[in-house]
C-alpha cells in the first residue's frame, strides 16, 4: 500500500520567515497530489494540487510546490509566512487502487507562526 | 461553491448506541468519503463510495458501516459505539476523476462516553 510521509510534525516560524514543508510519497506510477490546509476551526480546503504539466504548482494565497519525479516528493513553500497562516497542512497523494483512486494523507503538519 | 453538510457539529454518544452520521453534498459528485481525523495521525479512510448503492472499505472499517442510498447522501453507521471511536468524522465528496480535489465538511465531533 502507498504510504504519504510529512517530516514535520510541528513548526513554529515568526511572520516573514520562508516555510518548505516535506511531503514524500512510496508509489511509483502516476500520481495525483494535493495540498490541503485546515485553519483553525475550519474545515479542510485545497491549497494547490499537480496531476500533469508544469512541476511548479502556484495555489492560493501565495503557497506553491514543487512536484520531484525522481525524489517522490511534493514540497509547500512559501517566501514569507502570515500569522494567518497558523493552521494545520496536510498532504494528499491519489493512486490507482483496484479500478477507484482513493487519496492517501500525511499525518499532517501544524504550523504556528507568531507575529 | 460545493457545498458538504454534515448532521451534527457535536454528539455525544453512550457506549453500545449505534450511531448514525449523516452527509450530503450538493454538487452531483459521485464520489464520497468517511474520515476519522485524530490528532498526530493525520485523516484515514473509513469507507468510500464511488457511486450509489457502491462501497469500498478504507484502511479502519471495523466497527463502522456505511449506506449510500442515494447520490447526495453518505451515512457513516457505528452499530455498537466504543469509546474508542471518540473522535472527529469528516466527510468528503469529489467528482469521479481522481485529478480533482475533495470537498470537505466541516466535521462531527464524536465523544463516546
Known amino acids: 500500500a502507498q504510504s504519504v510521509s510529512q517530516h514535520n510534525h510541528h513548526v513554529i516560524l515568526s511572520e516573514a520567515a520562508s516555510l518548505e514543508l516535506g511531503c514524500n510519497y512510496s508509489?511509483?506510477?502516476?500520481?495525483?497530489l494535493f495540498w490541503y490546509v485546515q485553519y483553525p476551526g475550519q474545515h479542510l480546503q485545497l491549497l494547490l494540487k499537480?496531476?500533469?504539466?508544469?512541476?511548479l504548482v502556484k495555489g492560493i494565497k501565495g503557497f506553491e510546490a514543487e512536484f520531484i519525479k525522481s525524489k517522490f516528493s511534493f514540497n509547500l513553500r512559501k517566501p514569507s509566512v502570515q500569522w494567518s497562516d497558523t493552521a494545520e497542512y496536510f498532504c494528499?497523494?491519489?493512486?490507482?487502487?483496484?479500478?477507484?483512486?482513493?487519496?492517501?494523507f500525511g499525518r499532517g503538519t501544524s504550523l504556528i507562526v507568531h507575529p | 461553491d460545493v457545498k458538504v453538510t454534515q448532521s451534527s457539529r457535536y454528539l455525544v454518544k453512550r457506549t453500545g448506541e449505534k450511531v448514525f452520521l449523516e452527509c450530503v453534498q450538493d454538487?452531483?459528485?459521485?464520489?464520497m468519503f468517511w474520515y476519522r481525523q485524530d490528532p498526530g495521525l493525520g485523516l484515514r479512510l473509513i469507507y468510500f463510495?464511488?457511486?450509489?448503492?457502491?462501497?469500498e472499505k478504507g484502511d479502519i472499517p471495523e466497527g463502522y458501516s456505511v449506506s449510500r442510498e442515494k447520490k447526495e447522501r453518505f451515512s457513516l453507521i457505528l452499530e455498537s459505539a466504543s469509546t474508542n471511536q471518540t473522535s472527529m468524522y469528516l466527510c468528503?465528496?469529489?467528482?469521479?476523476?481522481?485529478?480533482?480535489?475533495?470537498?470537505f465538511g466541516p466535521g462531527t465531533r464524536l465523544t463516546v462516553t
Open positions: 468528503a465528496s469529489r467528482w469521479r476523476d481522481s485529478s480533482y480535489e475533495q470537498y
Open positions: 508509489y511509483g506510477g502516476t500520481v495525483n
Open positions: 499537480y496531476f500533469s504539466g508544469d512541476p
Open positions: 494528499a497523494v491519489t493512486v490507482p487502487s483496484g479500478g477507484s483512486y482513493i487519496p492517501t
Open positions: 454538487m452531483d459528485h459521485e464520489n
Open positions: 463510495s464511488y457511486d450509489v448503492k457502491m462501497k
